[in-house]
Nanobody
Framework: QVQLVESGGGLVQPGGSLKLSCPAS????????MGWYRQAPGKQRELVAR???????NYADSVKGRFTISRDNAKNTVDLQMNSLKPEDTAVYYC???????????WGQGTQVTVSS
């Protein structure tokens, strides 16, 4: 079965950096559309960044130029490098996997990112 386990969250000061990692099992990240989503308290879950099977990426406007999604096929992981973090980036971040051939989503358990001085 597909399993996604996020790691790398934590507390960071504004302007700092964090790298989230999402190792996958039961599937190959190269075969799936992989994404990072986040959900802040009282808000809906939103897409942060996504990478498709052809390695094309797209980002939420709010993180463009600051966040970078990448995929390591050999390690079967998807990472999210987050730079110049802002307090409004505070949220639980979730890894997502979606097969191009089916209407199904797989989610990790989430990792908390808190940006505060």
């Amino acid at each position: 079965q597909v399993q996604l386990v996020e790691s790398g969250g934590g507390l960071v000061q504004p302007g700092g950096s964090l790298k989230l990692s999402c190792p996958a099992s039961g599937m190959r990240v190269s075969d799936y559309i992989m994404g990072w989503y986040r959900q802040a308290p009282g808000k809906q879950r939103e897409l942060v960044a996504r990478i498709n099977t052809r390695s094309s990426t797209n980002y939420a406007d709010s993180v463009k130029g600051r966040f970078t999604i990448s995929r390591d096929n050999a390690k079967n992981t998807v990472d999210l490098q987050m730079n110049s973090l802002k307090p409004e980036d505070t949220a639980v971040y979730y890894c997502n996997a979606r097969p191009p051939w089916a209407l199904v989503d797989y989610w990790g358990q989430g990792t908390q990112v808190t940006v505060s001085s």
